[in-house]
C-alpha cells in the first residue's frame, strides 16, 4: 500500500562525535532544505541525535546545529539509533504509516539530494530504501586499503542498476509502520542495521539501490566493533597500510 508522507524523522546515533557532528548535520540540514525547496516536501521534519556515553561536546554541538538531541549511557550502536527514532516518531505527532526515518552517521556527509531520494523512492511504493557508502578524501586512506575495498565492495556490479548486497545505518530509510513490525532497531553493539533489514515483515517492498551514495569516514580509529571503520583498520593490516 502507497501512503502520503507527511513527515520525515533523520536519526544519527553519536558517541564522542563533536569534531565532525557539525559537518554531518550541516549536510543534513542542506538535504532537508532541498526537500522544501522541491516537490518532495513534507509538512513535519525531525533531526534527531542520541548522544551515547559522551565525554565531549557532543550534545551541545547537536543542540547548536538545531538537532533534538537524547542523550543516553549505553554505549551501544543499536540502542542509539532506537532512541534516536524513538524520539524522532514520538515528536512528529504523525501516523507511522505516513512517517518516513532515514538514518545516517554522525562522521557521514549525505548528498542534497538523500531525503528527496528516499521519498521518491518511498512514493514509488518501496518501504524501506538500503543505500550506499563512498569513502570519503578525508582523512586520507591509503590507496593500498582503498583498492581492496573497492574491489570487495563492488565485486558483482555491472551498471547503474547495481542490487547490492550491503546494509548501512549510514544511508538506510524505512517507512514508520514498516520499521515497528520489525521490532526496530534492536539494542546490540553492532549489526543493528542488518537485524533490522532480517526482521522485516515478508511482503515488505525493499530497494537496493546505489543511486545516492552516502560519504562516510575512512578514519583508522574506528568507535563501533564490527563496524566500517574495524573493517578498514583490518584491510589496512593487510596491506600494510
Known amino acids: 500500500m502507497r501512503a502520503a508522507i507527511d513527515a520525515l524523522v533523520v536519526a544519527v546515533p553519536a558517541h564522542d562525535e563533536a569534531d565532525s557532528l557539525a559537518s554531518a548535520l550541516g549536510s543534513i540540514r542542506r538535504a532537508q532544505e ?3 525547496s522541491g516537490s518532495f516536501a513534507v509538512p513535519v521534519l525531525k533531526l534527531v541525535v542520541a548522544a551515547d556515553s559522551c565525554t ?3 550534545a551541545a554541538t547537536a543542540a547548536r546545529c538545531g538537532a533534538d538531541v537524547v542523550e543516553i549511557s549505553h554505549r551501544m550502536a543499536g540502542a542509539a539509533r532506537s532512541a534516536a527514532v524513538a524520539r524522532g516518531l514520538e515528536s512528529s505527532g504523525t501516523r507511522p504509516e505516513t512517517t518516513w526515518i532515514a538514518t545516517t552517521d554522525a562522521d557521514c556527509q549525505v548528498p542534497p539530494e ?3 531520494h528516499q521519498l521518491r523512492c518511498a512514493r514509488q511504493g518501496y518501504h524501506c530504501v538500503l ?3 563512498r569513502i570519503s578524501a578525508v582523512p586520507h586512506v591509503a590507496a593500498g586499503v582503498r ?3 573497492d574491489a570487495h565492495y563492488f565485486a558483482g556490479r555491472s551498471d547503474a542498476a547495481w542490487s547490492h ?3 548501512h545505518g549510514a544511508n538506510l530509510g ?3 509502520d514498516a520499521y515497528l513490525r520489525a521490532g526496530g532497531f534492536p539494542a546490540v553493539p ?3 542495521d542488518r537485524a533490522l533489514v532480517e526482521a522485516l515483515a515478508p511482503g515488505t517492498h525493499i530497494l537496493r539501490t546505489d543511486a545516492c551514495p552516502v560519504r562516510t569516514s575512512g578514519r583508522a580509529t574506528p568507535r563501533a566493533p564490527h563496524g566500517f571503520g574495524t573493517f578498514l583498520h583490518g584491510l589496512g593490516e593487510r596491506t600494510g597500510g
Open 165 to 167: 548486497p550491503h546494509i
Open 147 to 149: 583498492a581492496l575495498h
Open 34 to 36: 532541498y526537500c522544501r
Open 131 to 133: 543505500g550506499t557508502v
Open 190 to 192: 553492532h549489526s543493528e
Open 56 to 58: 565531549d561536546a557532543t
Open 114 to 116: 538523500w531525503l528527496t
Open 174 to 176: 524505512i517507512r514508520g
